[in-house]
């Protein structure tokens, strides 16, 4: 089969399109025929190394967790699938969807939302848990409360919006003024311009501040937090690392990290929503699997408007 395969840690230049071995599944997995992937950040964290102390120095490697296409074998033990079904879901750790066949544990997947192209299912995985994951489960969002993301034209952020609206939040998005009208649209009742405005000084207070691009700490957020408030970040910086462990002990405002858990409860959660209408996939371009050394060039600016799709095979 055909994948994009790294021998090294390096630029976007050690993505290779090559032939190689299809994967060979496990008796819990699904030998999926990969319809579309698409781009995290966190793939090319991999390939540049950043990474290495849980990736290890075994190639090659295949990259990408996002998957949506068709199931063409089951292993012994699977019971939730068969052959022909259309799935959607999340590779094991550190990837495998960059390629023509993928093995996905069953525990990982879900049939696909019905009104989804593939290229949008495959959107949805590691972007859409993430939020789901950080509102529901890490801040415990309840219906009314005030709730900013921030970056919320981004991958998670483009979904964390549309999450929180559905699960009936005021919701602030924050992202550059080319991206508000898109905010907006995504079901944001307020938005506000970084490069105009600091929403750390504004008047508004919020129960949550969902950080989806990692740029500002609990003590940055402090004054713009509720007194029972909660700071929610994707990146792991040493600054909320120890913030989170101190606001733990003691009442009031917290810090708080969100590690995405890939899991087929969630995705069909996330498929209901899609298939109620509540929440859609935003893609900002779609590449071939071969030009995928652009599609991660163009995830390291930073500025991608919602999710980078993959095309694998039509
Ligand atoms: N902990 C976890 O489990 C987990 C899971 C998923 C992702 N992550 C991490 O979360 C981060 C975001 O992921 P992603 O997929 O959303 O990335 P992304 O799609 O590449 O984010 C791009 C977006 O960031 C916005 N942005 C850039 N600078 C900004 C700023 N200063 N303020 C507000 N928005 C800004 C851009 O909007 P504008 O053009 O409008 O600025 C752009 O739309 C990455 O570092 C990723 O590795 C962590």
Known sequence: MKAVVIHRYGGVQVLQYEDVEQPKIQPTQLLVKVRASSVNPIDWK????????LTGSKFPKILGFDVAGDVVEVGSQVT????????????????????EFAAIPENLATLKPRNLSNEEAAAVPLAALTALQALRDTGNIQTGQNVLINGAAGGVGSFAVQIASALGAVVTGVSSSKNLDLVKSLGADRVIDYTQQDFTKDTMQYDIIFDAVG?????QTK?????????ITTLPSPETVVQSVLTALIPGQKAKLVFEKPNAKDLLYLKELIEAGKIRAVIARTYPLQELAAAHAYSEIGRAVGKIAIAVSS
């Open 46 to 53: 991999i390939r540049q190394g950043m990474l290495s102390l």
């Open 80 to 99: 939730r699938f068969q052959v022909g079904d259309a799935i959607y879901g999340s590779t094991s750790f550190p990837g495998g969807g960059y390629a």
């Open 215 to 219: 740029k500002r700490s609990l003590s």
């Open 223 to 231: 004054k713009v937090l509720k007194p029972n408030g909660v700071y």
